[in-house]
């Protein structure tokens, strides 16, 4: 069995939040002296711990070792530009080197959105980061994300995005988990694209049930009219982060939501990429 352990960071912020939730019968000088030791007493255990690597268990300190952080994030993939599905190198006829690829289903019906940046394929051993994520609240593994998105963004011919948005949970879900998996994500990717983030300017209207249980045309008409949005998005590019994207659904009906309000062109951002249905 792999055993996960929060990283030094992840135990820092704890440590402070335990220190800051010690009550002291006084707010006196004193007392707030005495928290602000404990805090950096708690702070500098936390230090000391080693911490493992998310994926290979080896100690590190920060979320992925040197090896597995050099090792997994550049997946040398050709994809679909506007769905971000990989496709067979033997299915390509490329007239020119950098003319973008398409997959037939695009080809044959083009989504709402109009671009997608994945990082890889959703399956070992990044999927465990998604997971990590998703039902473990290791925040560390949102940033990464972030980090290895804005590469990818770097890398593309792609024009910057007005705004960024996560894909919204409904608020049933959004109490349950107490966050947003896709705004962890969002966050820190605006931050470092110094592009504007906003969750709230999209708000997902209908609980929809799990999508991994349903077929791929259920699941369209699941999402249909599922999100509205409540801003001005007007001749806006818009950036739509996910962790992971599945059949693109969602994302066709976020985006389509997006531009009956205006919105000019949506680029997805997602993290990992479901290969086939
Ligand atoms: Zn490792
Ligand atoms: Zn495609």
């Not at 230090?47 to 268990?57: K, T, W």
């Not at 997902?204 to 045309?217: G, P, Y």
Request: aromatic share 6%; charged share 25%; net charge positive.
């Amino acid at each position: 069995m792999r055993v996960f352990s929060a990283s030094s960071r992840d135990f820092s912020d704890l440590a402070v939040m335990k220190a800051n939730s010690i009550r002291l019968p006084f707010q006196t000088p004193v007392a707030a002296r005495v928290r602000e030791l404990a805090s950096a007493a708690l702070r500098l255990a936390a230090r000391a711990l080693p911490s493992q690597c998310a994926l290979c268990g080896n100690l590190s300190q920060s979320l992925l070792c040197d090896g597995c952080d050099a090792q997994y994030w550049n997946e040398p993939r050709l994809r679909c530009a506007t769905c971000a599905l990989p496709m067979a190198a033997s299915a390509i006829r490329r007239e020119r080197e950098n003319t973008r690829l398409h997959c037939a289903a695009c080809l044959e019906s083009p989504p709402a959105f109009n671009d997608t940046l994945a990082l890889a394929d959703y399956r070992a051993p990044l999927d465990t980061l998604a997971v990590e994520l998703k039902f473990r609240a290791r925040l560390a593994a949102g940033e990464a994300f972030a980090r290895n998105l804005r590469a990818a963004f770097e890398d593309s011919d792609l024009p910057a995005p007005d705004l960024i948005v996560p894909v919204p949970l409904s608020h049933t879900r959004l109490v349950a988990r107490g966050y947003n998996q896709a705004w962890a994500i969002a966050r820190p990717l605006a931050r470092m694209m110094s592009v504007r983030a906003d969750a709230t300017i999209v708000t997902r209207v209908r609980h929809t049930s799990a999508q991994s249980r349903l077929d791929q045309e259920t699941r369209r008409r699941n999402v249909a009219s599922a999100f509205a949005v409540s801003g001005d998005v007007r001749g806006r590019h818009i950036g739509v982060v996910d962790d992971v994207m599945t059949s693109g659904a969602t994302l066709d009906a976020l985006a389509r939501t997006l531009k009956l309000a205006g919105a000019r062109r949506v680029t997805n951002f997602v993290a990992l990429r479901t290969p086939k249905d």
